[in-house]
Structures are given as C-alpha cells and as structure tokens.
C-alpha cells in the first residue's frame, strides 16, 4: 500500500514504474507468505505466480507482473531503454487492482487450500530433485522447501 501511495505522489516516470511494479510483487510476496513461501528471487516468485497459483492468477496477470519486472529493471538499470507511455499508464492503472486480488486472495485463503498448495510444491520440488539426482546435478539450493506455519519460511532461489 505504501508504495502504492508513493505512485500516486511522483511524477517521474521510471519510479513510477518501479513503485507500481513493488507494490505488485509484495502483494504477491503476501500471497505465497500466507502459504508459508518466502521466495526472494523475482523471476521466481512470478514462476510460482505460474504455476503454482494458476487458480488464483490468470495467465494475462502473470505476464503483466512479469513485464512490469521487466519495465523495472531497464527503468532503474538501462537510462537509454525507453518504456512507452501507454505501458507506464497501464501499469499504473492495474497495480491498486493487483494489491486488491492479492489482499482478496490472502483474506480468502483457507487452511485447506494452503495445505493443498504447500503439498503441490512439495511434491513439485521432490520431482525437481529426482530429475536432477538423475541428471548428476544438486539441486539448486538445498534449502528450498515447505515449511510448517512455525518454522522459518524457505528460501527460494
């Protein structure tokens, strides 16, 4: 919400971009913190946007949050990249919608549908072991997993 009420106040363009981006990817940081995921990769955090939470989030909002990242970084990283007016003011547009899901989503959650999403993962996460194990490669970082509710939530990288 802050970061939303940070856009609404400024006028320049690129941290307009990135204020609308941030207060998209924390609300959907809120999402998977109420599943018990702490994903602090971006492109991650979108991934399971995805694929794990392809009830809550459709395929067009995936690819908004994802072009939003994208916007972000050549805003914040690339001076010479130009990121068009018309995508700017469509950003600025969705991100107060975004953080509305999102806070729909967190509310509405039931212990149910958490455990069912902690157990998707889980099982995505054996099979990604499995494959690499087969491959002769570690997984990524081992200390990806599913938490319980009083446990450390896991990194993900």
């Not at 941030?22 to 971006?42: D, K, P, Q, W």
């Not at 975004?98 to 958490?114: H, N, P, Q, R, Y």
Request: one cysteine or more; hydrophobic letters at 40%; a negative charge.
């Amino acid at each position: 919400e802050e970061a939303l009420e940070t856009m609404q106040t400024i006028t320049a363009h690129d941290w307009r971009i990135t204020t609308a981006y941030y207060a998209m990817y924390f609300s959907l940081y809120a999402v998977l913190t109420r599943i018990g995921i702490r994903c602090e990769n971006h492109s991650c955090t979108i991934l399971l946007m995805e694929r794990l939470l392809s009830d809550y989030f459709t395929p067009a909002e995936a690819i908004l949050v994802e072009k939003a990242r994208g916007a972000r970084v050549d805003a914040q990283y690339y001076v010479s990249r130009e990121i068009p007016d018309l995508f700017c003011d469509e950003l600025i547009r969705a991100a107060p919608r975004f953080l509305v899901k999102c806070t729909g989503i967190v509310d509405g959650m039931s212990e149910k549908a958490i455990g069912a999403l902690r157990g998707r993962l889980t099982e995505a996460l054996r099979e990604e072991g499995e494959k690499a194990a087969e491959r002769s490669h570690p997984i990524a970082d081992a200390t990806t997993r599913v938490t319980s509710p009083t446990e450390r939530l896991p990194i993900i990288s």
